[in-house]
């Protein structure tokens, strides 16, 4: 395929990576909490791999043309969304809340909590972007469109590059923005709770707006 599409389409998949949404909230939220932003980004980017997948397996063309399975894909997701928003504004992070706790704000470097977690969090992370129903009809519009079909690779392998050139990208960028955030607000516990409850009420928004935008069309 031509460098020139990958291009053209790293430029779009950047644009979508930077407006706030559910990425966002996610990857804030788990800086703020003390989880390892690594693992809550390596979710992100687990999930959207699955859709690159499911994509370029040509599922994602049967799902979106199928309203019954659509419609549940949406429950599933928006439910999801809204459940783990209403949680993270209910309980608003408050970075080194721990005794003692010695702040460490290396990315990838805080100590270990019990209980498994941060590999919790990166199943969380598997969640929000894998089971958003907007990323796969997202993903369906859009890679597409930047294949060739007389190209040397097959339609399938072209959306893996295009697929992988996103998921580097969402990676860079949400590592900055986890590590920026874990930095910049560890030693304000007030501006943390008010940006982690901002972030959960966001996640609650993309959850009921996936509801509203399926089910009032």
């Known amino acids: 395929m031509a460098p020139g599409a990958v291009l053209a389409f790293w430029l779009v998949a950047l644009l979508l990576i930077?407006?706030?949404?559910?990425d966002w909230a996610f990857t804030i939220g788990a800086g703020?909490?003390?989880h390892s932003v690594l693992l809550a980004v390596g979710g992100l980017v687990a999930g959207y791999?699955?859709?690159?997948v499911v994509v370029a397996a040509g599922v994602g063309a049967l799902v979106a043309g199928s309203p019954a399975v659509l419609t549940g894909l949406t429950?599933?997701?928006?439910l999801y969304l809204v459940w783990h928003g209403v949680t993270t504004f209910a309980g608003p992070a408050v970075p080194n809340a721990a005794p003692g706790a010695v702040p460490n704000v290396a990315l990838g470097a805080v100590p270990a909590t019990p209980g498994g977690t941060d590999w919790g969090t990166f199943a969380r992370g598997v969640g929000?972007?894998?089971l958003n129903p907007k990323g796969l009809l997202i993903f369906?519009?859009?890679?597409?469109?930047?294949?060739?079909?007389?190209?040397?690779?097959?339609?399938?392998?072209?959306i893996g590059v295009l697929g992988l050139a996103f998921m580097v990208t969402c990676a860079v960028?949400?590592?900055?923005?986890?590590?920026?955030?874990?930095?910049?607000?560890?030693?304000r516990p007030l501006a943390a709770r008010a940006v982690s409850r901002f972030s959960g009420a966001a996640m609650v928004v993309?959850?009921?707006?996936?509801?509203?935008?399926?089910f009032l069309d």
Request: glycine share 14%; no cysteine; proline share 6%.
């Open 32 to 34: 703020l909490r003390g």
């Open 18 to 22: 930077v407006v706030p949404g559910a």
């Open 140 to 158: 369906l519009a859009l890679l597409p469109q930047f294949t060739d079909p007389h190209g040397r690779l097959p339609v399938a392998g072209q």
């Open 128 to 130: 929000v972007s894998g």
């Open 206 to 214: 993309v959850g009921v707006t996936l509801f509203l935008e399926h």
């Open 49 to 52: 791999a699955v859709v690159t």
């Open 173 to 187: 960028f949400y590592l900055v923005l986890g590590s920026l955030a874990r930095t910049v607000l560890h030693a």
């Open 75 to 78: 429950v599933v997701g928006g």
